[in-house]
Structure formats: structure tokens, C-alpha cells
């Protein structure tokens, strides 16, 4: 079973409000934490999708480079070694035009093949006998293999061919002489127009980009195309500035220098090749779905939250009625328990307070094995003050004593009340019957001292008499007792003239063995 404290407890409003508020703002901030943490993994995982998918597209886009470029060097190779071996005269360059012719049908990509010699001029290619001759010694390529003793292959530069006057990217290699001098060039040139249609069935957004390009920058082939393709370089760029001098292949987000755009890259260079591979996704295409999750998740959040806080304050406003109603309630509970506790007329605690008090210091004198005195103290000859003034007359003079004995009252744990009619109690916790007995001198000076008229006192004006008793270490229900023995006291100082104090020290027994010791005159009743 749940224990009885767990069952009837209960949070203070002031809790409660917190609670509640606490609550509020602890789910308020689960579900746009939550939701955040949804929209970032939503997010990152468009982004990794974005990032394999234009990875899957580079690396489609690097072998097609790579065998369209290893089609046409082998090509290439083989007419070389048909011209170093065989030569270009007479017979032998019919055969040649017309092996190239063939080639260029059977291999895929390569629009025309050409063979200058050493000084640029066009000895055989692929196209038919009617071609006028040209010289394309001004070619970089040509001005390369002639420069350069290297009998690699050499990928150039876009240029316009000017057989077709298509686009064209010129794949060549040296020919050398039989002394090793250079004796010209074998050339493919392969479309631009090739790549950007096997580009076109990859599955890019509109915004986004396939390229191709030299190591240097320079495009070999895009989409979607540009119109200054041939003279555009992207060696500027983040792409070949920031990733690829320290990674061959990754993926970054790049703002592009050519048009502007923000894209999901993956890159990697062509491997055996002079060649950088890329393909950009548009941040836009890919966030457009995320945005729109994201937007109906915010609205979401923000209307839950909303009618969450709306609901926290029709209970907060609930609550701060209740605070108040019970504030008020304990305001007036308080203002009772004061009135059960006050004696309306004099404003001193009443005889119920007083009880109370005695008890519970009589209690802890017992336990504590300390001392405790009570002063009962009466107005002398007040029947016949207020048979001379009257009872509203009356009252005002025991308002007056009231005040003169509180006044002489100081420490916070003394208790000065009203008894009874015109009788006064003095509850002193630990205290002897020496210091009792200095306070009710006090009390009597005090009031003699004040001079409050009394014609019909033989004193000629108000005074009082009082019975003393201290007692050390009390048993606990001794105090009755001792309230009797203050009682007799206080008839003896009566008895003895008035307007004195008699004091007596009891033992903590029971019955008590009587001392009598006023505080002026002392003597026996």
C-alpha cells in the first residue's frame, strides 16, 4: 500500500504553479528538440543521399572518359607505329585514309582521325580525298608533341574543328622519325558534343552540373553547355583551389564560379588521365523536399505549442486564483487564530494563549531541568474604581495597566496576559524566584509610578498587588499547582495592605513547602 503521507500530501499553489510552468516548457522544449533533431537527420541523410548518388554519376562519367580516351590511344598507337614503320607515300597513305576512315566508324566517340607532318601540314585523315590540305601547326597540341619529346598521350584543350567546325577535344601523340627527330602528329578528335549527350541520360536536377576538365581547369565538356565553353576555366574555383591539391576524389558543397549556383559536389580525377571528373547536385533540388518538411514541422510545433502555453495559462490564471483565494483565507485565518489568542480590550494574549504557553514552557522546563516563574497579578479596589467611574471608565484604566505591565516586559520568551477580569498573569521561562520577584517590583513601581487617579483607594490612586512563584525542574503537570500557590500568594499580598509583592520558591514536588518572601517586606501570610 502507499503510505498515508504519500496519499495526503499535496504541492503549495506556488509549487504547483511551478510545476506546471516547469512541465509546460520541459515538453515545449522535448518537441522542438525532437523535432530539431528530426529536421537535422532528415537534412543530413538528403545530403548523404546527394553525395552517393552524384559519387555514382562521377564515376560513371570517369570510365566513359576513360574508355572513350583508351579507344582513341589505341587508335592512335596503331597508326603511329603504321607511319614510323610504313610511312605516308603513295600507296601506303590510300591504305592508311582508309583504315582511319574505318576506324572512326568502328570506334565510338572519335569523330575524325588526322596525320601532319613536321611542319603542320595535313598528310592523311579520315575524311574523304576532296578535304582541301590545312596546316594546324598554330595548334597547342601540335606546338607540344613538336616542343616536347614526350610520346605519351596529350589531351588538349577544346578546340573548333576546322573540318566540321564542331567543338572538338584533340587527343594526339608524337611521331617520331627514324633518327628520333620529331616527324609529326597523329590526332583523334573527339566531339564535345559526345560527352554532353551520354552526360544528358544522368539524373541531375536543372540547376545542376556534369563537367569534365583539364588539370588546369580548362572544360572539356559540361552540362548544360555554355556558350563560351571553349574559353571557360574553372581553376579559380573551390573545387580546384581547396579539395583537390589535397584529395584526388570526395565530395564538398561548392558554390560554383561559373554561374553562381550552390551544389552537392563529387569529384575525382580520371585515373591515367589529365582529367578531373565532377557532378553538382543543387542544394536547392535537394533541400526543396526538406523545406517543405521542415516548414510543416514548425507550423506543427508551433501550434502544439501554442495551445500548450494558452493551456498553461488558463491553469496558471486558474492557480493564481486559488494562490489567492488561500492566501486570503489564511490572512483571515491568522487574523482569527490573533483574536482567539488576544484579549480585545487590552491587546495583551488572553487567558487560552496563556494556558498554552504554560504548558508548553512548563514542559520544557521539565525536560530541560530549568527554572520557570509566574507573576499573577490584580488591580487593587478595582470593584470600587469602576463603581466610582463606571465599567467604560473601567476599562480604560485596565487598558493602561495593560500597557505598563507589557512595557516592562522585555525578553522575546516572557509572556505578560490577562487572567481574568482585572487579574494579570507574568509567565517568566527560565527564571528564579530572585529575578520574578525584581520584574514584579517592576511592574507594581511601574504602576504606582504612573499615578492613575483612584479616590476611592486609600493609596489615592491604581495600584497593584502580586503572587510570586518559581520552581526548578517542575513535574510536568505541577503547573496548576503552582498557579494555586501564585493565587494564594497574591491573596496574601492582599490580605497585607496591597500594593505588594509576595514571592515563594517551590520545590519540585507535588506539594510545595511554603516560603513566604515578599519582595519589599517579606513575612509569612
Request: aromatic share 8%.
Amino acid at each position: 500500500m502507499m503510505p498515508l503521507y504519500l496519499t495526503s500530501a499535496r504541492l503549495a499553489p506556488s509549487m504547483l504553479t511551478k510545476a506546471l510552468i516547469g512541465f509546460i516548457a520541459l515538453v515545449c522544449l522535448s518537441l522542438i528538440l525532437a523535432t530539431a533533431w528530426q529536421m537535422n537527420q532528415s537534412r543530413t541523410e538528403r545530403i548523404a543521399t546527394a553525395r552517393i548518388a552524384m559519387s555514382n554519376i562521377v564515376l560513371a562519367a570517369e570510365q566513359q572518359a576513360q574508355d572513350t580516351v583508351r579507344q582513341a590511344d589505341n587508335t592512335l598507337r596503331d597508326l603511329v607505329e603504321r607511319v614510323q614503320h610504313d610511312g605516308v607515300e603513295g600507296e601506303q597513305r590510300a591504305r592508311l585514309e582508309k583504315l582511319m576512315a574505318q576506324a572512326v566508324v568502328n570506334v565510338d566517340g572519335i569523330q575524325g582521325l588526322f596525320i601532319y607532318d613536321a611542319q603542320g601540314n595535313w598528310v592523311a585523315n579520315s575524311f574523304s580525298h576532296g578535304a582541301p590540305p590545312k596546316n594546324n601547326s598554330d595548334r597547342a597540341y601540335f606546338a607540344y608533341h613538336r616542343d616536347s619529346t614526350d610520346e605519351s598521350i596529350h589531351i588538349g584543350s577544346i578546340v573548333e574543328s576546322r573540318s566540321t567546325g564542331d567543338m572538338v577535344i584533340p587527343i594526339s601523340r608524337r611521331i617520331n622519325g627514324d633518327d628520333g627527330t620529331f616527324a609529326g602528329v597523329a590526332l583523334a578528335t573527339v566531339p564535345v558534343a559526345y560527352f554532353q549527350t551520354f552526360f544528358k541520360r544522368m539524373d541531375v536536377d536543372d540547376k545542376g552540373v556534369i563537367f569534365l576538365a583539364l588539370n588546369n581547369g580548362d572544360l572539356l565538356a559540361r552540362r548544360p553547355t555554355l556558350t563560351a565553353l571553349m574559353t571557360t576555366n574553372v581553376a579559380k574555383g573551390d573545387l580546384f583551389i581547396r579539395y583537390l591539391p589535397y584529395s584526388d576524389s570526395g565530395t564538398a558543397v561548392i558554390k560554383s564560379v561559373v554561374d553562381g549556383v550552390e551544389r552537392i559536389y563529387a569529384y575525382r580525377r580520371v585515373s591515367g588521365l589529365p582529367i578531373v571528373a565532377a557532378a553538382g547536385v543543387s542544394c536547392e533540388h535537394v533541400f526543396a523536399p526538406w523545406w517543405s518538411y521542415a516548414y510543416r514541422s514548425v507550423a506543427s510545433i508551433g501550434v502544439i505549442t501554442f495551445a500548450l502555453m494558452l493551456l498553461g495559462f488558463l491553469l496558471y490564471r486558474q492557480i493564481r486564483h486559488l494562490i489567492t483565494a488561500e492566501n486570503e483565507l489564511n490572512t483571515a485565518r491568522n487574523a482569527l487564530e490573533i483574536i482567539a489568542r488576544t484579549d480585545s480590550l487590552t491587546h495583551l494574549p488572553n487567558r487560552r494563549c496563556f494556558d498554552a504557553a504554560l504548558q508548553q514552557e512548563w514542559g520544557r522546563a521539565s525536560r530541560n531541568h530549568s527554572s520557570i516563574a509566574i507573576i499573577l497579578l490584580d488591580i487593587d479596589w478595582f470593584k470600587q474604581y469602576n463603581d466610582r467611574y463606571g465599567h467604560l471608565k473601567g476599562d480604560d484604566c485596565l487598558s493602561e495597566v495593560a500597557a505598563l505591565i507589557a512595557s516592562c516586559i522585555n525578553r522575546p520568551g516572557d509572556l505578560a496576559a490577562r487572567f481574568g477580569g482585572e487579574e494579570f498573569v507574568i509567565l517568566l521561562p527560565e527564571t528564579h524566584l530572585s529575578g520574578a520577584l525584581i520584574i514584579a517590583e517592576k511592574v507594581r513601581s511601574a504602576i504606582e509610578a504612573a499615578q492613575i487617579e483612584h479616590p476611592t483607594s486609600p493609596m489615592g490612586a491604581v495600584t497593584i498587588s502580586s503572587g510570586v512563584v518559581a520552581i526548578n525542574a517542575p513535574e510536568r503537570e505541577s503547573y496548576k499547582a503552582a498557579l494555586e500557590e501564585a493565587d494564594r500568594l497574591l491573596y496574601c499580598a492582599k490580605t497585607k495592605g496591597r500594593n505588594r509583592v509576595e514571592g515563594h520558591s517551590m520545590a519540585p514536588a507535588a506539594k510545595p513547602q511554603f516560603i513566604s518572601q515578599p519582595a519589599l517586606d517579606p513575612g509569612h501570610c
